[in-house]
């Protein structure tokens, strides 16, 4: 690859990522939908297929998810420049838009106007999670191991309040177990 392409690609990844980083509120996760759009369905950049293990790998690394996603994104086309072309770009506007914030939040506090759109934008961000909940689940196997395990990690999670870290590698540890069980893989 010419540096000249490179570059591009970098750009590209920047301002794809600049562009989720900007129209997405709620966190990662509502940003998962639009990851998958801009950078399976759009782009191509990877597969449907790699779309779940990224968002497992990104997910059980430590820092927010989005940012992980992109940056595993960006390794994955353009190495570390693209890795961090594309991390630049998601957190610039969440960095730009919660600075000028910070800077007028005491007036902003006690507008009615701004708590009636984050109203709105709270909802908005419940229906970008509930569609990368479906998607995720249309992606995902459906053996009955993948029920028990689902069931395992919500209950542990929403009732015992367990760690989610323990909880991700609980249900890795199960999966694993079940697969090399079922003889699917070889140790």
Same mark, same amino acid.
């Given at each position: 690859?010419?540096? %000249?392409?490179?570059?591009?690609?970098?750009?590209?990844?920047?301002?794809?990522?600049?562009?989720?980083?900007?129209?997405?509120?709620g966190?990662?996760?509502?940003?998962?939908?639009?990851?998958?759009?801009?950078?399976?369905?759009?782009?191509?950049?990877?597969?449907? %297929?790699?779309?779940? %293990?990224?968002?497992?790998?990104?997910?059980?690394?430590?820092?927010?998810?989005?940012?992980?996603?992109?940056?595993?994104?960006?390794?994955?086309?353009?190495?570390?420049?693209?890795?961090?072309?594309?991390?630049?770009?998601?957190? #610039?506007p969440?960095?730009?838009?919660?600075?000028?914030?910070?800077?007028?939040?005491?007036?902003?506090?006690?507008?009615?106007a701004?708590?009636?759109?984050?109203?709105?934008?709270?909802?908005?961000?419940?229906?970008?999670?509930?569609?990368?909940?479906?998607?995720?689940?249309?992606?995902?196997?459906? %053996?009955?191991?993948?029920?028990?395990?689902? #069931?395992?990690?919500?209950?542990?999670?929403?009732?015992?309040?367990?760690?989610?870290?323990?909880?991700?590698?609980?249900c890795? #540890?199960?999966?694993?177990?079940?697969?090399?069980?079922?003889?699917?893989?070889?140790?």
């Amino acid at each position: 690859m010419s540096a %000249e392409h490179h570059r591009k690609d970098c750009v590209k990844l920047f301002f794809a990522f600049l562009k989720i980083g900007a129209f997405t509120f709620g966190g990662g996760y509502a940003m998962i939908p639009l990851i998958q759009k801009e950078t399976v369905e759009k782009k191509k950049w990877i597969s449907h %297929e790699n779309i779940l %293990e990224i968002i497992a790998v990104a997910e059980s690394t430590p820092g927010p998810i989005a940012i992980n996603a992109a940056t595993f994104i960006g390794y994955k086309v353009c190495g570390v420049r693209g890795a961090f072309s594309a991390t630049c770009g998601v957190v #610039l506007p969440s960095f730009a838009i919660m600075s000028a914030t910070a800077l007028v939040l005491q007036q902003l506090e006690t507008m009615k106007a701004v708590k009636y759109a984050f109203t709105g934008i709270r909802a908005g961000v419940l229906a970008l999670l509930v569609k990368a909940l479906l998607s995720m689940y249309m992606q995902c196997s459906k %053996e009955t191991i993948s029920y028990i395990i689902m #069931l395992f990690a919500f209950s542990a999670i929403f009732f015992l309040q367990s760690n989610a870290l323990i909880v991700i590698i609980g249900c890795a #540890l199960i999966g694993l177990t079940s697969t090399i069980l079922a003889g699917k893989i070889n140790c």
